[in-house]
């Protein structure tokens, strides 16, 4: 077992931040969180002031539209998911993600849990008392430390029905944990219900990288680093894959930054994203 992040997530607030800055370009948005800039607070004002004067602009803008891709991508999938009776969502590593505030409607017939380290999840619950801003009646907290509890006892305890498909998804995490406790979810995930689905974010090693993609990754990385949330599992697109396969998942999506381009910015040939971080969903 690895030390991780034993406070509040500071990483949790820096893609809060990320999520308000995007807010700053003009619309359209690729994602319209306009809970980030209350739940990120003054810490994250700080951070979006930081951000804005220590990285480049392309940086930047790669970085804050990236964190609402992947958001965005999420999003889509549990809505197109929930439309096929799928009707658990489970948002591991949550930190300030606000999807459960922001879509009333559907959770009148989605059940949401919010997996998250104990202390992240006891601040984000006080950061949304002082904000004002109520959990949804079909919302349930279920803290869990992947590196030293399991998902399926944390889940179950909140109420999640293992034998029920749902969509999981693993967003901005899995750099930080180890490789232990990766195996651990991946595995307590596939001994649920046939149909669910877990989408997932993964870092590709730094030797990989260059050019805008290095510049983003490198300059985020140190800013992790520094808040106590250094990156330790790194993958490769065939690694990440052959590791899904090996935990028998199947159907695997490799959302590539070339493909999140063309469905979340056509018609937009200034926007460039550099791939550090990449989306992959497997299926039970
Ligand atoms: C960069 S934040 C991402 C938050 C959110 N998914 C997003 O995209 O904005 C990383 C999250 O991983 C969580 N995390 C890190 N290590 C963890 C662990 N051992 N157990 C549970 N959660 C962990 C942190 O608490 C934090 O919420």
Known sequence: MTAVARGPSRTAVLTAAARALHREEPPPWVLDDPLA???AGDEGLALMQRMRTELSRESLLDFTRWVCTRGRYVEDLVEEEAARGIDQYA???AGLDSFAYR???LL???RVFEVDQHESQAWKRRRLAEIGVAAPPNLTFAPVDFETETLEDGLAAAG??????????WIGVTMYLTRGAIDATLSAIVKGAPRSSLVLTYNLPMSELSGLAAETSGA???????MGEPFVSLFLPDEIEALLRSHGYSDIIHFSPEEALRRYFPDRSDVQLGGAQ???VGRV
């Open 37 to 39: 800039i209350g739940l």
């Open 91 to 93: 948002i591991l590593g």
């Open 103 to 105: 879509h009333g409607n």
């Open 108 to 110: 009148e017939r989605l």
């Open 160 to 169: 999640f029905d293992w034998s029920a498909p749902a969509t999981f998804s």
């Open 220 to 226: 985020m990385r140190a800013i992790a680093a520094e």
């Open 278 to 280: 990449r989306i992959v």
